[in-house]
């Protein structure tokens, strides 16, 4: 039982830490499209994320060859759940104007309902279905008042972005609910595997549209914005949201993930302050709300 309870530990405290990264995707998605072009930009951090995730790999004791050994179910599935969610979800950030980039941060970051719904489908631990229920719905509605009370029905002006955003957040919260029915372990959890694949094809994305070519000269800002994207989001935090996926509670890491919203909304709102609304505070109580509701929900079923 006490290993157990410290697996639990381990795992959540894992996550968490994968979520306050995860804060700054957005922030470091659109500096870099700016920088240098948003597939130029995710060429460098998950070529970076994948070295990042080798490094662990090694200084963890488990084998290399593990890396690429990976079963085809998990290398098609995460082609698709971080793959190409990664660069639906670049691209996303890269287009939408600056007054958007609450609304698109918060359309991909509704993820952790899918989670919930995609666990209460797949995996034959159930919460209870009352509070579960009830939980989805209070992070829905908070997700939708923190666009702002005045733009909850409005659309933007292009669709394609808040599309992109919510296609790619679908993808990645079915990923991460295979990894556990599944039962991947945790030395196969292909997360240098996936972000090389995701470089090569950010890369030639970014070959076919040109920004190779019209790439500024290095500066120390592009530096560190490549550094911070590559060892934290994509590196640190894909690596430590796996263990927690794969051997924590996975309702309670669904609840933990609903702060994303939050923390990341506050960051693009003082970066970016034309994308602050005012309904982010009412969102942000009925977000946390139903994290807490899914955590009872998990707790007593």
Not at 43 to 56: H, M, N, S, V
Not at 166 to 190: F, H, N, T
Request: net charge positive.
């Amino acid at each position: 039982m006490g290993n157990k309870k410290e697996q639990d530990y381990r795992a959540v405290l894992a996550a968490s830490g994968a979520v306050l990264l995860w804060c700054w995707s957005g922030v470091c998605f659109r500096e870099g499209a700016e920088l240098m072009g948003a597939m130029v930009y995710l060429t460098f951090i998950t070529g970076g994320g994948a070295i990042t995730a080798l490094l662990i790999q090694m200084f963890s004791g488990r084998p290399l060859a593990s890396i690429y050994r990976l079963p085809r179910r998990m290398m098609v599935a995460g082609f698709f759940g971080v793959a190409l969610y990664t660069v639906m979800l670049a691209t996303a950030f890269g287009i939408a104007p600056n007054s958007d980039l609450g609304q698109i941060n918060l359309l991909n970051y509704i993820w952790p309902v899918w989670v919930v719904v995609f666990g209460m489908i797949l995996l034959k631990d159930r919460p209870n279905p009352y509070l579960a229920v009830l939980g989805i719905v209070l992070g829905l509605l908070g997700v939708m008042i923190s666009r702002g009370l005045t733009q909850i029905f409005q659309l933007p002006d292009n669709l394609l972005a808040p599309f992109l955003a919510l296609a790619g957040g679908i993808m990645w919260a079915c990923y991460s609910v295979l990894l556990r029915r599944w039962k991947i372990p945790e030395d196969q959890g292909g997360t240098a595997f996936n972000f090389a694949v995701c470089a090569v094809v950010a890369g030639l994305i970014a070959l076919y549209l040109d920004q190779w070519q019209n790439m500024p000269a290095w500066t120390m800002k592009m530096a560190f914005w490549v550094l911070f994207g590559s060892i934290g989001p994509v590196g640190l935090a894909y690596s430590w949201w796996e263990i927690g996926a794969k051997k924590g509670p996975v309702f309670l890491i669904a609840s933990l993930a609903y702060f994303i919203p939050i923390g990341s909304s506050l960051i693009i709102g003082l970066i970016y302050e034309e994308s602050m609304n005012s309904g982010l505070i009412f969102g942000a109580v009925l977000i946390a709300m139903g994290a807490w509701v899914i955590n009872r929900a998990c707790t007593q079923n």
